[in-house]
């Protein structure tokens, strides 16, 4: 089985700074992480992987260069391949483009069997770029899921949980779903793929690479969505209130509180 | 300080980092104060191969030496030393085997070890024979195609835990030291049983119990070396162990040390943080001087020992005085920066003191290991 899972390098969500004149996310090498909801999506690719041998999986990142070294962590857990698109022309991209991009690229890969995404990025929080790659790749979709079985070479059943429900699908491959966060947690690294990782370099796509790219549905110039205007939020220190040396009954007392809150 | 560790060493150390600041550090209180075996932490070193780290690649390992070790104890005794000691006791069982097993023995042991399927014990101390090695009581009597073993061993790391244990017996009364025989001993072996459980001051998560063999019955081929090698399959094995023992004091050292600094930042008296004190100033620099020379003379050691050289006995026992010294006077002193606080079980630095008494007290209490260096010391001169 091909298992593709897309993987976004973004910034560690307390470190995140506005570039205000192009109003897009400075994205600085040091605090950028492998986005959380792609790592559950991993999680789920890793676990097909202990189970049927013949499964490989190939990572897909878009990203400047910068992001090659978060994308070498995923192979010290066990991904067979990644790959880097990266091209200039794709800064400012907004969810419709980079989908666009995305899906071209897994064209050029090759047949995939069963594309993962996590259900959105830490710092788009948009969550349709995964149904914009099915489109684009005209394969069925399922958002949001919380756990996957692979059922045999030809179908996968997908559960997907919300407050009351449970939802149970069986799609035919190849399909994409898109994981939601926190539905399974990435495991450690191992020392040897540590060691593989060491000198491991990912594979570089440009978009000169990519077959019949048009290249006006890319970049801010083709994206279909515009920043207006940043409000940046912070939080006061000055009205946070603490208190010391409390005693049970005024922990029991707040946790009451806080119980009713959420 | 920058050590100038391999690109390899760097990842083992961040990995066993990453496992005891993420996992160990979670546990450590709950187990230290309910006495519960690691074999959580255990199966996660395991699964990242840490546990091969020592282990010859030939026969599974990543094919380390006592420096690989000696990192990853480090960095778990940053945050529990009962866990460390769980893995280190472990190498202390395999280095017998590394060093004096034949090839069927590494062949059928050293692979398992290193995937972390069989925990490993070293059994050598009894009720009457400690430091004094050559008082062993337990005897080994061949009959046939089997030894047959009596007698007891106290005080052993990863009793009852572990699958193998190398078990030190004396075969001929007669030759003293040279009359004692190192022999593998399975778990499950007739005659071979646990006994009581210590219920110790500190390093509480790892199992320390008594041994007991009632006429076991242990297969010729279990037999280490040759007849009457015991002695020195003992003291080439510490040779290799006792800087594990100082990783451990430096881990304890350190991670006592990290309390201690962030505790004296967040924490005012007289409208200012402790840190500002020069009192408290100058005993986290003397904390710092100290950790910083104790882990220059332990990585030393461990280059040295791995770099081949053969006569490594005065350094590794000076690296394990020095450490495990360091280790009680720094936990000691971030019990005092932190008062009340660092007196009570709700923060993790009384432990530590207690954890760091341990290693001035085994693999060969400090007093023998200043024997041992100045007899080397007295000899080169």
């Not at chain 1, 192979?75 to 790959?83: L, N, Q």
């Not at chain 1, 091209?87 to 400012?92: E, P, T, W």
């Not at chain 1, 997907?160 to 429900?165: S, T, Y």
Request: overall charge negative.
């Amino acid at each position: 089985m091909k298992i593709l899972v897309c993987i976004k390098q973004v910034i560690n969500s307390d470190k995140i700074e506005y570039n205000a004149q192009t109003k897009t996310i400075k994205r600085s090498a040091q605090h950028l992480i492998n986005n959380p909801a792609d790592l559950s999506a991993l999680e789920f690719a890793l676990k097909i992987k202990d189970a049927y041998n013949d499964a490989y999986i190939t990572t897909l990142s878009m990203g400047p260069d910068e992001c090659k070294n978060k994308i070498k962590e995923l192979i010290e857990v066990g991904c067979d391949s990644c790959v880097l698109l990266t091209d200039k022309r794709l800064v400012g991209s907004d969810a419709y483009s980079t989908a666009y991009a995305l899906a071209k690229s897994i064209e050029k890969l090759g047949d995939f069997d069963l594309i993962l995404c996590g259900e959105s990025s830490l710092d788009g929080e948009t969550s349709i770029v995964p149904p914009q790659i099915a489109e684009y790749l005209n394969i069925p979709h399922i958002a949001s899921a919380s756990d996957i079985k692979v059922l045999d070479t030809q179908r996968i059943e997908v559960e997907r949980k919300l407050e009351n429900q449970l939802f149970r699908f069986e799609v035919k491959l190849p399909a994409l779903i898109s994981v939601k966060k926190d539905s399974a947690y990435l495991r450690l690294p191992k020392l040897s793929l540590m060691l593989k990782a060491l000198c491991y370099t990912p594979q570089i796509v440009n978009l000169a690479d990519l077959e019949n790219f048009d290249f006006s549905k890319v970049g801010i110039e083709g994206s279909k969505t515009l920043v207006n205007r940043f409000i940046e939020q912070s939080f006061d220190n000055n009205k946070c209130e603490i208190y010391e040396n409390i005693d049970d009954s005024q922990i029991e007392c707040i946790a009451n509180i806080v119980m009713r809150l959420i | 300080m920058e050590y100038f560790l391999s690109e390899e060493q760097k990842i083992i150390k961040k990995l066993a980092k990453r496992i005891s600041d993420e996992y160990v550090s979670k546990v450590a209180i709950k187990y230290d104060k309910e006495g519960i075996f690691p074999r959580d932490i255990l199966n996660l070193l395991a699964y990242t191969e840490l546990t091969g780290v020592y282990i010859p690649k030939e026969y599974g390992g990543f094919g380390g030496g006592v420096m690989e070790m000696c990192l990853v104890v480090e960095e778990l005794s940053r945050n529990c030393a009962g866990v460390a000691v769980s893995y280190a006791a472990t190498a202390l069982g395999a280095y017998p085997i590394i060093l004096y097993g034949n090839e069927e023995q590494k062949k059928k042991y050293l692979p398992k070890i290193a995937k972390g399927e069989l925990i490993a014990a070293f059994a050598l101390t009894e009720a009457d024979a400690g430091s004094d090695v050559s008082s062993i009581k337990t005897v080994a009597e061949k009959k046939g195609d089997y030894y047959i073993l009596n007698g007891s061993k106290h005080w052993i790391t990863n009793g009852g835990e572990a699958d193998i244990y190398v078990v030190f017996a004396v075969t001929d009364k007669s030759k003293g030291p040279r009359g004692i025989s190192a022999f593998i001993v399975e778990k499950g072996y007739e005659g071979f049983y646990c006994g009581k459980k210590e219920d110790k001051m500190g390093i509480r998560s790892s199992s320390t119990t008594e041994l007991i063999f009632e006429d076991c019955k242990v297969p010729r081929e279990n037999l280490l070396g040759r007849e009457g090698t015991g002695f020195i399959v003992a003291m080439k094995t510490f040779d290799r162990t006792r800087p594990g023992v100082a990783a451990m004091a430096v881990g304890i050292a350190q991670g006592a040390y990290e309390h201690a600094v962030r505790y004296a930042k967040e924490r005012f008296q007289f409208g200012q943080p402790l840190s500002s004190f020069q009192a408290i100033q100058h005993m986290l620099a003397d904390m710092y001087i100290n950790i910083e020379a104790a882990r220059s003379l332990l990585y030393s050691t461990c280059r040295m020992i791995d770099s081949g050289i053969k006569d490594f006995s005065k350094e590794s026992s000076a690296c394990k005085v020095f450490a495990s010294d360091v280790a009680m006077k720094v936990t000691t002193d971030a019990v005092q920066i932190m008062g009340g606080n660092g007196y009570v079980k709700d923060y993790p630095v009384e432990k530590m003191m207690r954890d760091a008494k341990v290693t001035q007290i085994f693999e060969g209490a400090n007093q023998i290991q200043r024997n041992i260096i100045a007899s080397e010391i007295i000899k080169e001169y």
